[in-house]
């Protein structure tokens, strides 16, 4: 294999996985050239500060991405799998495209010995050290560098390798060079690093007494419009959107399997118990039959649900048990062979893709000829470099780790802990051809062969086809004006959802279909969708209640949000009026409590840094009203988080001296917190003042 092919494998998941984000920038223009303006205006994605997203390139990041998690996790993609991709992508791209704009603003750039040095200096770049590390050894190669540089000059394919990873190194420098310009503008004061250490070691013992806003009846307050722009004057800051959302208001039918449906279930796993006995192929039969068609194959402790794993250890073989149910499921399973084996393998692979190497015969006859060399003294290392197709183990000379029981697909995971330590065996797999490599065994315990049967209790058809006819009458009934008033009728509730994002997939925690989503962004306000909506587990007739663009909301939009707040601003009025007539002449917290009827509470050890009143709330406002009182003196009244307080403070106990050293300590956490930070808070307000238009919701 040539220098290019060794360098795609090398390379291959720091380019894609790491900088596939970056060279889909650097190549963003190139890959758009030659398109009609109506046609990229179409196909937008999205616009980051006049930089329009091309689907098909980010199309293609989102599928490697998801291929990525999906490699990393198991399973199959999944709509939350794939939504997750989508959003990660998105993120990376404008953090990149912010921050790339600032660079150039800035004025940073990378010079050409600084440049030359991450490449050939004595401190490479972090991707060339990895790309250009000898397995064997664990040394740097610089003559394979060398030999790369060299082909890149006259192979086109290499160059375009090598310069898709020059890029990315390039801006990984430009980046460093921004974190740490924003880094060195921070300090911290020696005053700083006093307060700091004052309020995380200061200890106040107090009293307080507390009129809880529960002590009031909701249905005694009387909220006017002035109460309402109050509180949000007061808070208006807090009602702003990041991006435009929805209020939608849904009626869900259930359409969750009934008891009916639970029982058929159960029938059918009773009688498939009985075939299974019968069974003389069992993994036909799990294929056949089974929900989650589990592979027929070895189990150790922990690997099924708990109550198949409580049973088959120590059962007889040919023993089949269950129906257990199970996570909305009911399961049975039959004990085909019970051993003793190693808990885990060390090994080594190198793996052939037949579709790469002509087919599946020439692949098996290529990994023949490869375990010959093996045969004949040649390093495992050095034949898996250059031949293994699997990017995640060849640049380690093949190397696997150790694995668990559970973590490989089957026929070769039957390979690696059936055979011996030493052995060299050919292993075909869904993946290829596998030469595989037992390095050792690890531990040993008790193994259940098992052909495990499920089924997932669903709604059945009359479930389902009622709760549609129930979903269709009421959605004939209602309008955009009589939404809960048609609910009622049929004693259902209305639920809210407030600010529904462009990207999200639920409803106050109910997975909904994408198109749900959709509908509510292209509906008028007001509008009830025509279509009802099907999830899982319900139908869903929808609403649109509302459309908030981006920016601080009106006072009306947030309104049906701040009921709570508002209602605790009156209470917090009245109990503050009562509070404060009992301070009135009281010398002490507690006549002040006597005069209310109650019993003023004792805190000790309290710190500012944590303001936690024991057993009741976080109270910021009480615990840092008592941290500025004089002992012995009763507060004024205080509005916090759950009622209206009153404090006295009985002593403080203050910490011991810092010393010089330990102020600079506390100086350097501090700093070294602020800089954690620093990032996020720059990347919000580059944010805020982008103009980013965001239309991934028209393709996804």
Avoid: C
Wanted: net charge neutral; charged share 25%.
């Amino acid at each position: 294999m040539g220098l290019m092919g060794n360098l795609r494998n090398r390379a291959g998941l720091v380019i894609i996985v790491i900088g596939l984000a970056i060279l889909a920038f650097l190549l963003g223009d190139a890959l758009q050239s030659g398109v009609p303006l109506w046609a990229k205006s179409q196909n937008q994605v999205g616009n980051i500060n006049g930089r329009s997203i091309d689907y098909n390139e980010f199309n293609a990041m989102v599928e490697q991405t998801a291929l990525n998690y999906q490699q990393q996790m198991g399973g199959v993609e999944t709509p939350q799998l794939k939504n997750f991709a989508v959003q990660q992508v998105w993120n990376q791209m404008v953090s990149q495209e912010l921050l790339n704009a600032e660079i150039e603003k800035i004025g940073i750039t990378v010079g050409k010995n600084e440049f030359n040095d991450l490449i050939t200096g004595p401190n490479p770049a972090q991707q060339i050290v990895q790309t250009f590390t000898n397995p064997q050894t664990g040394a740097f190669d610089r003559n394979y560098l060398s030999q790369v540089i060299t082909e890149a000059k006259n192979n086109p394919q290499v160059r375009q390798q090598w310069d898709a990873m020059l890029e990315q190194i390039r801006s990984q420098r430009l980046a460093e060079k921004y974190s740490t310009l924003v880094a060195s503008s921070l300090y911290v004061t020696a005053l700083e690093a006093q307060d700091e250490y004052t309020a995380k070691n200061k200890l106040a013992n107090f009293k307080y007494v507390l009129l809880d806003y529960s002590s009031v009846n909701d249905a005694d307050i009387k909220l006017t419009d002035a109460d309402y722009k109050e509180y949000y004057n007061k808070y208006k800051n807090l009602f702003r959107n990041e991006e435009e959302t929805r209020t939608v208001d849904y009626i869900l039918i259930d359409a969750r399997p009934s008891s009916k449906d639970t029982a058929a279930t159960l029938a059918n796993i009773q009688n498939l118990k009985t075939q299974l006995a019968a069974s003389t192929n069992d993994s036909t039969f799990v294929s056949v039959n089974a929900d989650s068609k589990i592979p027929v194959t070895y189990f150790k402790k922990g690997q099924l649900s708990g109550a198949l794993d409580s049973v088959i250890f120590n059962v007889p073989v040919g023993t089949v048990v269950g129906p257990y149910l199970s996570e909305g499921k009911y399961e049975i399973a039959k004990v085909l062979d019970a051993k003793f084996s190693a808990d885990s393998v060390k090994a080594s692979h190198i793996l052939l893709n037949p579709a790469a190497e002509g087919g599946l015969d020439k692949a098996k006859a290529k990994a023949d000829s490869i375990k010959g060399l093996l045969a004949k003294g040649e390093k495992f290392e050095t034949l898996a470099i250059e031949f293994s197709q699997d990017p995640g183990s060849k640049n380690k000379g093949g190397d696997l780790g150790t694995f668990a029981r559970g973590q490989m697909v089957g026929p070769f995971e039957e390979a690696a802990f059936n055979g011996k330590p030493g052995d060299i065996v050919v292993v075909e797999s869904q993946f290829g051809v596998h030469i595989l490599r037992i390095e050792k065994h690890i531990g040993n315990s008790k193994i259940v062969k098992a052909a495990v049967v499920d089924k997932v209790i669903s709604a059945g058809k009359e479930t389902t086809d009622a709760a549609y006819t129930k979903a269709n009458n009421l959605h004939s009934e209602i309008n955009g004006k009589n939404f809960e008033e048609v609910a009622k009728k049929h004693q259902l509730e209305v639920g809210k959802a407030f600010r529904l994002r462009a990207m999200d997939n639920t409803l106050n925690g109910i997975s909904i279909p994408r198109e749900l989503v959709r509908w509510a962004f292209e509906a008028k306000a007001g509008e009830v969708a025509e279509q009802i909506f099907e999830s899982d587990e319900y139908f869903i007739i929808a609403k649109n209640a509302g459309i908030s663009p981006k920016g601080v909301q009106p006072l009306e939009a947030v309104k049906g949000e701040i009921i709570l707040g508002v209602r605790n601003m009156v209470k917090a009025r009245m109990l503050k009026e009562k509070m404060d007539n009992a301070l009135k002449g009281a010398s002490s917290i507690d006549q002040v409590a006597q005069k209310l009827g109650k019993t003023a509470q004792t805190v000790e050890n309290i710190v500012l840094a944590n303001p936690v009143l024991p057993g009741v709330a976080f109270e910021s406002a009480v615990v840092g009203t008592a941290f500025g009182l004089q002992p012995n003196k009763p507060s004024k009244s205080i509005e916090g988080n759950q009622g209206v307080y009153a404090v006295q403070v009985l002593s403080f106990v203050n910490p011991k001296e810092m010393v010089e050293s330990e102020r600079k300590t506390q100086q350097k956490q501090i700093l070294s917190a602020k800089q954690q930070r620093a990032w996020g808070a720059v990347f919000k307000a580059l944010m805020d003042n982008a103009d980013i238009d965001d239309n991934r919701i028209r393709f996804y």
